[in-house]
């Protein structure tokens, strides 16, 4: 049977990002995607405008009728809207273990909308950190989390929170090549990639659902996030520009 990944995200209208961008890279990676909406969202492709976060307790009713019908296999947690989301979906999953968490720390819009206010940031690294199997946030995300600057510390501080791997990414950042870093216990690896001019609105939910996914149906770490980031790059690669704004990435750039 197919690996079962839960996606617990917010829903983006465009289809670009979020739950719908959850579904594709987690079809495509040969797995059944199940779905938790944090919240909706009112956005377009330049920006997000507002977010319309779920009540916690609608959130926990979903959550339990659904373990108690099928084995998830990983559990994919994007954008999460509110504090009481977060603590609420913290407390589930001690409930409830999953083996394989992917923490995707969404703080800010690629348009700049900040998603996270400081009370949300306290309870990723206090309640979700420490369950993650991997958290994916590119370099700013990794900066506001820990507070360090260079990536290795801030790699170190997220480890020390609990999770067991970091995989940082610098898509965003102002260098020729794109370099992202894996690190677990006391190794790391550092993947490169060629730049594709523009980037795409939700690239990064691509990344962290893919990963899901391809660590679901039992890949090793190191191979599984090789194998996430070719993807992404391929999805990026192809993707379109279906409103005014950003592109988006086609996640079947193969159909
Ligand atoms: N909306 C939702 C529902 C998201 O999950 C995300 C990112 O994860 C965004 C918007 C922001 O996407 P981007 O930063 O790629 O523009």
Request: one cysteine or more; hydrophobic letters at 40%; aromatic letters at 6%.
């Amino acid at each position: 049977m197919k690996p079962i990944v839960l996606a617990v995200s917010g829903h983006d209208p465009t289809g670009g990002a979020g739950i719908q961008a959850d579904i594709e890279a987690i079809l495509s990676q040969g797995c059944h995607p199940c779905t938790l909406v944090t919240c909706l969202t009112s956005q377009d492709t330049h920006d997000v405008r507002k977010l319309y976060p779920q009540h916690p307790e609608t959130l926990a009713a979903q959550w339990e009728v659904l373990w108690s019908d099928m084995p998830v296999q990983a559990v994919k947690i994007g954008l999460l809207g509110s504090a009481e989301i977060a603590t609420r979906l913290g407390a589930l999953l001690r409930q409830t273990p999953c083996e394989t968490v992917i923490l995707d720390p969404v703080l800010r819009a690629g348009g700049g909308t900040e998603l996270a206010d400081e009370r949300l940031i306290e309870v990723l690294c206090e309640e979700l950190l420490p369950l993650a199997t991997v958290v994916t946030p590119n370099l700013q995300e990794a900066r506001r989390l820990s507070g360090k600057e260079l990536p290795h510390q801030c790699a170190s501080w997220l480890l020390e929170r609990g999770c067991r791997a970091v995989l940082i990414t610098g898509g965003d950042e102002p260098t020729p090549l794109v370099y992202n870093t894996l690190y677990w216990k006391h190794h790391h690896k550092t993947f490169t990639w060629e730049k594709l001019p523009g980037g795409a609105h939700g690239s990064g939910c691509t990344l962290a659902a893919s990963l899901a996914a391809l660590l679901a149906r039992g890949l090793e770490l190191e191979e599984a996030a090789r194998k996430a980031q070719q993807y992404t790059w391929n999805a990026i690669k192809y993707a379109f520009r279906p409103g005014r704004g950003k592109k988006i990435p086609d996640r079947f750039f193969w159909s």
